[in-house]
């Protein structure tokens, strides 16, 4: 990627981030895919929404159900996108079975296959501190989303650290996860917290909310930066040594362990080790939840990272697509990812203002139902880009927000 082009948005909360504004918005340039990074509030982009029927459906061993289908135990096949074992409920989770990764599908633990569909929030951290220094900020937020009829089945969840890189533009939170080089001159946290306290006011009641709701949840540690040079892996190193033991007793939470790398100059096996060094911090502590794994250039090299997978198992593997970065080489990658392992596309979305937006909407949607692949709309908000709604009341969708609307009541409830 050549260079970023930054649009300063005021996010919904209407209130001011470290850079002067709520957020960011990025009109990527081209990379070696032939594709851009996203055009997402402060880096990535991402949604929130249903499964593939209602919670607590049940369905024939085999088949398509919901998110509450069947208890008891699975056992799947070893290898990079087995099972690797039989996975058991247990700790948190709200009720919810855990997911095993079979081949190419996700399943619950009655072996039923599952679609996530949901949408993402804005940084957790803006919302706890522009909703009264409170987790109410969060829990509002989620709240809104469902009574929009946006939410799905399934929430992620950013955690920014000190600085989000984002190329040479950074983004700051104003009440990050403390781990990082920043603060800096142009980057100082409005509401600095300790790790141990940002776990116990932020995060850990944002995803028991959201476990009380029947929602599974993705930790998503939201860096967009080289991941094979600098010291953002070793950050994500250090923050889920600290969070993966936190939640590895909660069957309805998945770890997407580094947001976007970037390290569009080199390729998939350089940045492999990097992975498996964070999935190997990861699988000490929680040995059973689900991993979302990243790839090169803001996740547009799917294939690749699974024709060449890191050791371990229960493996789901990212895209984040976007109109600006959707080219006939990132639509190959994709497609030679979902024939061997499940894909879940953990950011996408549009705005009004790219080309043929609806018609890029529908064919998207197409090709992601006929995938099979699971995914979470970026993003819940008015001001971060590309919004799902259009005014800090978070009453009324954008084009995008009723496209995702819509598709998620087609799924079921």
């Known amino acids: 990627m050549k260079g970023l082009l930054r649009l300063l948005v005021c996010a919904s909360v209407g209130m001011w981030l470290g850079l002067g504004a709520c957020g960011t918005a990025e009109t990527p340039a081209s990379d070696g895919t032939g594709g851009a990074a996203n055009p997402g509030q402060g880096g990535s982009p991402s949604g929130v929404g249903g499964a593939s029927a209602g919670l607590g459906g049940a369905a024939g061993s085999g088949g398509t159900t ?17 099972a690797g074992g039989a996975i058991t409920g247990g700790g948190g989770g709200g009720g919810l079975p855990a997911l095993i990764v079979d081949g190419n599908h996700l399943r619950d633990s009655a072996g039923n296959t599952v679609v996530l569909r ?7 951290g803006s ?7 409170s987790v109410a900020g969060i829990t509002n937020r989620l709240d809104k989303v469902a009574a929009a009829g946006v939410q799905g089945h399934v929430v992620r969840m950013p955690v920014y650290p000190l600085i989000t890189y984002n190329g040479t533009v950074p983004t700051c939170s104003p009440l990050p996860y403390p781990v990082g080089t920043g603060p800096s001159a142009t980057c100082t946290p409005k509401m600095p917290l300790n790790a141990a306290d940002y776990v116990s006011r932020v995060l850990k009641p944002a995803v028991d909310y959201a476990t009380s709701k029947g929602l599974y949840v993705i930790v998503d540690f939201h ?47 350089t940045l492999k080790p990097v992975v498996q060094g964070l999935i190997d911090v990861v699988r000490a ?5 689900v991993i979302v794994v990243p790839s090169n250039a803001w996740d547009q090299h799917t294939g690749d990272a699974v024709t060449n997978p890191p050791q371990g198992s229960n493996f789901m593997y990212t895209a984040h697509i976007y109109p600006a970065n959707w080219s006939q080489a990132f639509q190959t990658q994709v497609a030679t990812a979902v024939a061997s392992a499940p894909v879940f596309v953990t950011e996408w979305g549009y705005t009004a203002t790219d080309p043929n937006p609806h018609a890029w909407g529908t064919a998207l949607q197409a090709t992601i139902d006929a995938n099979g692949a699971s995914w ?28 995702t609307k819509t598709w998620l009541a087609a799924k079921g409830p």
């Open 66 to 82: 919901g998110l509450g289908g069947g208890a008891g135990a699975n056992t799947g096949g070893a290898g990079s996108n087995g």
């Open 118 to 124: 949901g949408s993402s929030l804005i940084d957790i």
């Open 127 to 133: 919302l706890y501190m522009f909703g009264g220094q």
């Open 223 to 269: 860096q967009i930066d080289n991941a094979t040079t600098g010291t953002s892996a070793a950050d994500a190193r250090t923050f889920w040594t600290d969070i993966a033991p936190r939640f590895a007793g909660y069957t309805n939470v998945l770890y997407e362990i580094f947001n976007e790398p970037i390290d569009n100059k080199v390729p998939w096996s």
């Open 285 to 289: 502590a929680a040995p059973q939840n």
């Open 376 to 403: 979470t709309a970026w993003v819940t908000d008015n001001g971060w880009s590309p919004p799902m709604f259009t005014s800090t009341a978070l009453t009324a969708l954008t084009d995008f927000g009723t496209l």
